[in-house]
């Protein structure tokens, strides 16, 4: 597609650019579909291997680039968009820099925000939908889990036929999003070894979506996923057709999959860390497969993705290292805690809660998260962000003196301190959310040991 309407919002790209709003990851899409509200179906409509979208609460933006790294790897020309720019414009923008690109891409990848799915997937009509997980996050910009649970039931049901759906069997809401549908793609994990002593306190939806039953699990992975069954109408989890036999946990560093699948098994070390993580690389080999991609390039791709920004990102600041690891909502932290416990040695964190319009206003889901094992063994703890003081209020609650925490709400200064108190060579662990976690990578480029992220690639 060639038409004014390109022109112009590629030219409000390059100013925004120009004028340092945040890379044009947006602004661009936003004038196209303003000029031509029928864009992205016809800019969709130009890749020939189609379209594959990606939501979640929480992965899908790893899990986007695990599997734009395995189309890699099988000589795939994709054009996708970046973290962060995940509504509508953010799509668009990213079809639009792809435009004139040669050699043309010929596939589209694109992570989408929950809330915008429904619209995203009606416009472009994605030939691949993977589908990951619904957890309870930021309840005041989205409203209930049931109301979205409900949208993307209608939303599964309209795609055409020869769309497939790529479910995770271990989500009941999930997983029910295929019920009656033919060609949907299940995915969980089979090891046991896995398995949580209890649902955690944030578990979200744990009775069953046809009778409201409550689940009964024989395993807990992670929240409300596992192994689940309902004794009210015998509704159960389906044995999945990915599924991860074998998960290994190597400390807070990374992870070693076995995942069986249609097309044969694929064995792949993620330099990612911790169990959710598996659930990602799961879920994106479910993904591939239903691209088409072939197992061979799926454990190569897997096996060379960096972590996306935030997210299990390292970067090295006055001989320490740093690991990010977002955490933006009850399940999220509980996981981001079980990964830092992974690590043998006493852990050195910096938490970091902010309370603006993409973090949800609403911060009441820290009491949701299960601090106390992570604060039982903390070396040092620094707390910070605009509501640095409603963290400290949670972390007394959980037992932990005020004279083994320090709390300083500027981010940077928080940093400065956290880093000064960890030893040289040693570890800090930085838990942000969504914007204390932008701002803090802005103060890590600054400095010059971490990226820009609309140059991340
Ligand atoms: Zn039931």
């Keep these: 597609m060639t038409a004014p309407s390109v022109t112009i919002a590629r030219a409000a790209g390059r100013l925004s650019r120009r004028l340092g709003r945040g890379g044009g990851t947006s602004l661009p899409g936003k004038v196209l579909l303003k000029l031509r509200p029928q864009a992205l179906s016809e800019l969709g409509r130009e890749l020939p291997r189609g379209v594959t979208v990606i939501s979640a609460t929480n992965g899908k933006t790893t899990t986007a680039r695990l599997v734009a790294s395995c189309a890699r790897e099988a000589g795939w020309d994709l054009v996708a968009n970046t973290s962060g720019a995940n509504l509508l414009s953010g799509v668009a923008t990213a079809l639009l820099d792809a435009q004139g690109r040669r050699p043309a891409p010929e596939a589209g990848l694109f992570e989408v925000d929950e ?43 309209e795609l055409p036929a020869s769309a497939t759906p790529v479910l995770n069997a271990d989500d009941p809401a999930i997983s029910a999003l295929g019920a009656g549908r033919r060609g949907v793609l299940t995915f969980g994990i089979d090891d046991t070894s896995v398995a949580l002593d209890a649902l955690p306190h944030a578990a979200d939806s744990t009775r069953c979506r046809l009778c409201a039953h409550p689940l009964t699990y024989d395993l807990v992975s992670l929240g409300h996923l596992g192994h689940w069954r309902c004794e009210g109408c015998g509704a159960a989890r389906v044995s999945p057709d990915v599924r991860a036999t074998r998960v290994t946990l190597h400390g807070a560093t990374g992870i070693a999959v076995r995942i069986e699948t249609p097309q044969g098994p694929v064995e792949a070390e993620l330099p990612l860390p911790g169990l959710h993580n598996a659930y990602n690389a799961t879920a994106a080999t479910a993904a591939a497969i239903a691209m088409g991609i ?32 977002l955490a933006k909502n009850p399940t999220g932290a509980n996981e981001t805690v079980r990964t830092v416990l992974l ?65 300083i ?29 932008l701002g803090l990578r802005e103060t890590l480029v600054r400095r010059g040991v971490a990226e820009a992220f609309w140059r991340e690639r």
């Excluded at 939908?129 to 209930?144: A, I, T, V």
């Excluded at 009441?364 to 070396?379: C, H, K, N, Q, T």
């Excluded at 620094?382 to 949670?394: I, Q, S, V, W, Y």
């Design 294 to 325: 072939a197992p061979d390039a799926i454990a190569r791709g897997l096996a060379a993705s960096p972590a996306a920004f935030g997210r299990g990102e390292r970067v090295t600041l006055d001989g320490r290292r740093l690991v990010l690891l």
């Design 115 to 157: 809330a915008a799915l429904v619209e995203v997937a009606r416009q472009l009509r994605p030939r691949v939908l993977l589908l990951m997980n619904l957890f309870r996050d930021q309840l005041d910009r989205y409203g209930e889990l049931e109301h979205l649970a409900a949208l993307w039931t209608r939303m599964v049901a």
């Design 409 to 437: 709400p500027d981010p940077e200064a928080a940093l400065d301190h956290a880093v000064a108190t960890a030893p040289a060579g040693g570890t800090l662990y930085v838990l942000p959310t969504y914007t204390a976690m």
């Design 343 to 407: 690590d043998p040695e006493p852990p050195h964190l910096l938490i970091a809660l902010n309370d603006r319009t993409a973090d949800g206003h609403d911060i009441s889901w820290i009491w949701d998260v299960d601090y106390e094992p992570l604060l039982a063994r903390a070396a040092s703890l620094t707390l910070t962000g605009d509501r640095a003081h409603d963290l400290a209020l949670r972390m007394r609650y959980a037992g932990h003196p005020a004279e083994r925490m320090t709390v």
